[in-house]
């Protein structure tokens, strides 16, 4: 099983540009999320989903948009990238009951210059 | 709202030492708490879980302790190894939420 997969692995924006951060998950898990790690902290919830077709915010949605068409896939859109954007992007999934430990990606290690 | 903190940001141990991670939380309504380990470069990884019935729960090398009274839970690495440096989180889970919220995370580093 390859878990979840997030592409690209890095990346370096120029402030203003857009991007979308890719994540794939094959373990058929309701619950997908997405989460910034800055440096020295915990995790931050950007958006969540519990199924297809349905998304909502977490504690730092602005600057970014999801959606969420299928299962499988949970790609997060950064318009108008902003330095205060530069972070490391971890996406999730969880069992379809939602209560049990998530599962990560390796990350995507986003600079915005 | 739910915060979750963790009392120490770096820890050193000795190899064979055993370790001792806190993790405090506020909301009194969490009833689910994981911890998770993220080694340098990769996403956090799932150790161990413990449901707020409980108050201890071992897995391999492993402990959890939950003290629901003071909202504090900690885990217990028994004789560290090099292998067991990394970043430490706990998350919490308040009921009727599925979404977890996380800790600042505590450095561990291990000294051969």
């Known amino acids: 099983n390859a878990g979840v997969t997030q592409t690209p692995k890095f990346r370096i924006l120029k402030i203003g540009q857009s991007m979308t951060l890719q994540c794939a998950q094959d373990m058929n898990h309701n619950y997908m999320y997405w989460y910034r790690q800055d440096p020295g902290m915990g995790l931050k919830l950007i958006y969540y989903s519990v199924g297809a077709g349905i998304t909502d915010k977490g504690e730092v949605p602005n600057g970014y948009n999801v959606s969420r068409s299928t299962t499988e896939d949970f790609p997060l859109r950064l318009e108008l990238a902003a330095p205060s954007q530069t972070s490391v992007y971890f996406c999730?999934?969880?069992?379809?009951?939602?209560?049990?430990?998530?599962?990560f990606g390796q990350g995507t290690r986003l600079t915005v210059v | 709202g739910e915060s979750v903190g963790l009392h120490l940001p770096t820890l050193s141990v000795q190899e064979g030492d055993n370790s001792i991670i806190n993790c405090a939380y506020s909301?009194?309504?969490?009833?689910?708490f994981i911890w998770y380990k993220q080694e340098s470069g990769k996403g956090p990884q799932f150790i161990i879980d413990i449901r707020s019935n409980m108050d201890k729960r071992q897995g391999q090398r492993v402990t959890v302790l939950l003290n629901k009274t003071v909202k504090h839970l900690s885990l217990q690495i028994a004789a560290t190894q090099p292998g067991d440096s990394a970043v430490y989180f706990c998350?919490?889970?308040?009921?009727?939420?599925?979404?977890?919220?996380f800790g600042r995370g505590t450095s561990l580093i291990v000294h051969p």
């Open positions: 909301n009194s309504a969490s009833d689910y």
């Open positions: 999730a999934s969880s069992y379809p009951a939602g209560g049990a430990e998530a599962f």
């Open positions: 998350a919490s889970r308040a009921g009727g939420s599925y979404i977890p919220t």
